[in-house]
């Protein structure tokens, strides 16, 4: 790939295809509980998403942006830590794609075909 000036490891193409899975994931955790950047990068690292605080932070503003997540700051001994929670449009946005993460679910794993 000579031709391209973008890096060409693949993680460009897998933080494309991964990055709704990993916005999916933060509404869940933090329909649980509040969340916040670090917790999210550790939880979302168990899960095999590697995902640096340069992208996740962005990421969780966007989310905050568009009304899904509403933040606070928290002081947290010494240092302040912005908590995260899922908002009634986040929790409705989420039930929404459970519907379709179900049904892709059916696709992909159990070789289901829709309808
Ligand atoms: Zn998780």
Same mark, same amino acid.
């Given at each position: 790939?000579?031709?391209?000036?973008?890096?060409?490891?693949?993680?460009? $193409?897998?933080r494309?295809?991964?990055?709704?899975l990993?916005?999916? *994931?933060?509404?869940?955790? $933090?329909?649980? +509980?509040?969340?916040?950047?670090?917790?999210?990068?550790?939880?979302? $690292?168990?899960?095999?998403y %590697?995902?640096?605080?340069g992208?996740?932070?962005?990421l969780?503003?966007?989310? +905050?942006?568009?009304?899904? =997540?509403?933040?606070?700051?928290?002081?947290n001994?010494?240092?302040? %830590?912005? =908590?995260?929670r899922?908002?009634?449009?986040?929790?409705?946005? =989420?039930?929404?794609? %459970? *519907?379709?993460?179900?049904?892709?679910?059916?696709?992909?794993?159990?070789?289901?075909?829709?309808?």
């Open positions: 790939m000579s031709l391209s000036k973008k890096k060409t490891n693949g993680d460009d $193409a897998d494309d295809l991964y990055s709704g990993i916005r999916l *994931h933060v509404l869940h955790h $933090a329909d649980q +509980e509040p969340i916040f950047g670090l917790g999210m990068i550790e939880e979302l $690292a168990r899960h095999g %590697r995902i640096s605080p992208s996740l932070y962005p969780l503003r966007g989310l +905050e942006k568009k009304g899904y =997540l509403r933040s606070s700051e928290k002081r001994g010494k240092s302040l %830590r912005r =908590l995260y899922i908002t009634p449009l986040g929790r409705k946005a =989420l039930d929404a794609s %459970r *519907h379709k993460v179900r049904e892709l679910f059916h696709e992909l794993i159990e070789g289901d075909e829709p309808g």
